[in-house]
């Protein structure tokens, strides 16, 4: 059904990748008169924009920075002479965007966090130059993912009000390929992995749109082949399999060809790790070995280009999580660009990926209600049935894409929804079962849960392999100097999950504190840095408390742009690294805990 999500673009003796990042014209539509007016065929007046990077930032005005509606990108590219299938791959556009090449709509697509794949092979002139416009819009509402609204101002101004805490940024955040392929092509493979004492069982399919043969070769690091096999379905055999770990990645090469007698008519190749995942009990087993995990929420999320992707950004944020000693992250809240997962693969990190399902609860301070366990009403409305399908469908974009990564060890299918309806159970119970046949490797499944979503009240936990549970106790709950008090609090939660029997492992995705990177105090007040460290201590002893607590994800890695108003300072300040990647106090008690843990 998805041809090319789960195959980065690559370029060799039958596909050719060209990158389309660079200048791209730009301009906004507040009235939306973009189609009528025939912008497609080319825009009456633009600017400049950089692609890959959201907009917001690059203006030095309020009205751009807070645009909320329709906006076009547009950029002329050339189309080779090619005898085979034409495709375009945006990273993403965020949040919805149709794509016209010479005027012509190729295709739809809802969703700001997955890549959007155009086959353009019969609008395109080949050996020619082309037109390619998007009109993209950053609307929020209650029918898409992340959910939330847009406001209009007394003078008419329209702004996002999202239901979650994490600035609206838009555009083309991802990188723009155009694709060459041949005709007859490799659309989509998975694997799936089976340990028989040092041997590995890898299990494979692969989609063609033809007929002919399909060989599959697995090469080691060295380059020897070490197994092979015939066939759309198959198995490969590798003896005295190296396997994938955590923060020990052994990555082998899978080389898949598509042959018509001895001639080579596609072929692809991609790093696989061998490793299996599997909860058992109150454990998280990677090759049958435990694995306590220890990291952070974060978010795509830098100055200047907002959530557009920049590799070297990406490389100093997994430096910094190596000198923690950190091995997991979650995307929170949503899929990443695919980079994120394919420097995870090769650094051995584990990644939780988690869809935009966030700000399912009707609220724009949300932190703050979930924080404190308000309880906000949400499944019961008439939009459901469509925000169902849309969470459906990304869950099964998110999946296909990203199925093929060592480093995604589970799926999280939720950020902090409302859960203690029956109409929250009916909704995710959909969610989850989807997720669970789509998955070729059966990872667990799991979500994160606010407060609200307490044992006695829960409709949803029974639904997880494991629980992730975001928790401010010394935050929200009782902070700075009840301290003490949140300490209690927390331990008569857990005590209420024990005897709940909630039998699989529970990990905190969330917990942390704002904290001022200028602020030092003695005794420490809320919003120091003295008072992070505290904090995290007093939350460290609570986790190592109890035998069924298995992950300590910090929130955030770094700080973040949100909305404004008076409960964020320039943005949310929980980072345990400032917004330019820079450590506060807490980076040195966490690199501590975490070389022992
Ligand atoms: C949680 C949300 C997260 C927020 C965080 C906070 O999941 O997106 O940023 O709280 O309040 O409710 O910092």
């Not at 070769?217 to 994938?244: P, T």
């Not at 082998?252 to 692809?268: N, S, V």
């Not at 200047?304 to 999580?321: A, T």
């Not at 002893?541 to 300072?569: C, M, P, S």
């Amino acid at each position: 059904m998805y041809d090319q999500l789960s195959l980065y673009p690559i370029t060799n003796s039958k596909r050719l990748s060209l990158s389309l990042d660079g200048m791209w014209n730009f301009c906004f539509d507040p009235a939306s008169i973009g189609e009528k007016e025939n912008w497609m065929s080319g825009l009456h007046s633009s600017i400049s924009l950089p692609v890959p990077s959201s907009f917001q930032d690059l203006f030095t005005d309020q009205y751009s920075k807070n645009y909320c509606g329709d906006f076009w990108y547009e950029r002329d590219f050339f189309v080779p002479e090619h005898d085979g299938n034409i495709q375009l791959r945006f990273g993403s556009i965020t949040h919805r965007g149709v794509v016209y090449v010479n005027g012509v709509k190729v295709t739809e697509h809802e969703g700001g966090f997955l890549p959007v794949l155009c086959d353009i092979t019969s609008c395109v002139r080949k050996g020619e130059v082309n037109h390619l416009s998007v009109k993209a819009n950053n609307e929020l509402n209650e029918r898409s993912l992340p959910c939330g609204a847009v406001k209009t101002l007394k003078n008419g101004t329209r702004i996002a009000a999202p239901y979650f805490d994490f600035f609206n940024y838009a555009g083309l955040n991802r990188s723009v390929y155009l694709v060459l392929l041949p005709e007859e092509r490799i659309q989509d493979y998975s694997v799936n992995y089976t340990l028989n004492d040092q041997d590995a069982l890898v299990d494979y399919e692969v989609r063609t749109n033809g007929e002919h043969e399909v060989k599959v070769s697995l090469f080691d690091k060295e380059g020897n082949c070490v197994a092979q096999s015939n066939g759309k379905k198959g198995q490969l055999k590798v003896e005295k399999a190296h396997l994938w770990k955590v923060r020990n990645a052994y990555l082998y090469t899978l080389k898949i060809a598509i042959e018509d007698g001895g001639k080579l008519i596609d072929a692809y190749e991609d790093k696989i790790g061998i490793r299996t995942v599997k909860v058992e009990g109150k454990r998280i087993l990677i090759n049958g070995e435990e694995v306590y995990l220890k990291g952070f929420g974060k978010h795509e999320d830098f100055d200047i280009i907002g959530r557009g992707f920049n590799l070297p950004l990406l490389k100093r944020d997994y430096e910094c999580m190596k000198w923690m000693n950190a091995n997991c992250f979650r995307t929170s809240h949503y899929p990443y660009a695919e980079e994120w997962y394919r420097f995870a693969d090769e650094e051995g990190f584990l990644i939780i990926d988690e869809v935009a399902a966030v700000g399912m609860m009707r609220s724009t301070h949300n932190f703050v209600d979930a924080g404190m366990g308000k309880y906000t009403s949400f499944f019961e409305t008439p939009t459901v049935p469509e925000l169902l399908k849309n969470h459906l469908s990304q869950v099964e974009e998110m999946i296909t894409r990203d199925k093929n990564h060592p480093s995604v060890f589970a799926f999280s299918l939720f950020n902090e929804p409302e859960t203690t309806s029956s109409f929250a159970h009916d909704y995710f119970a959909k969610v989850f079962e989807k997720a669970r046949e789509i998955d070729p490797q059966h990872r667990p499944m799991t979500g994160a849960f606010e407060k609200n979503s307490a044992p006695e009240k829960c409709q949803c936990y029974m639904l997880v392999d494991f629980m992730c549970l975001n928790r401010y106790y010394g935050w929200y709950i009782s902070g700075g100097p009840d301290i003490s008090d949140a300490v209690e609090k927390f331990h008569d939660e857990m005590k209420r999950w024990e005897a709940k029997g909630f039998n699989g492992p529970i990990v905190f995705t969330e917990f942390g504190t704002d904290t001022l990177a200028t602020e030092h105090k003695l005794p420490s007040v809320m919003w120091s840095q003295e008072y992070q460290c505290e904090y995290l201590e007093e939350n460290f002893k609570v986790f190592d408390t109890y035998d069924f607590i298995q992950g300590e994800l910090v929130w955030n890695f770094a700080d973040f742009q949100t909305t404004e108003g008076i409960f964020r300072v320039n943005g949310n300040k929980k980072g345990v690294f400032t917004r330019e990647r820079q450590p506060k106090d807490s980076a040195f008690v966490l690199k501590r805990r975490w070389e022992n843990k």
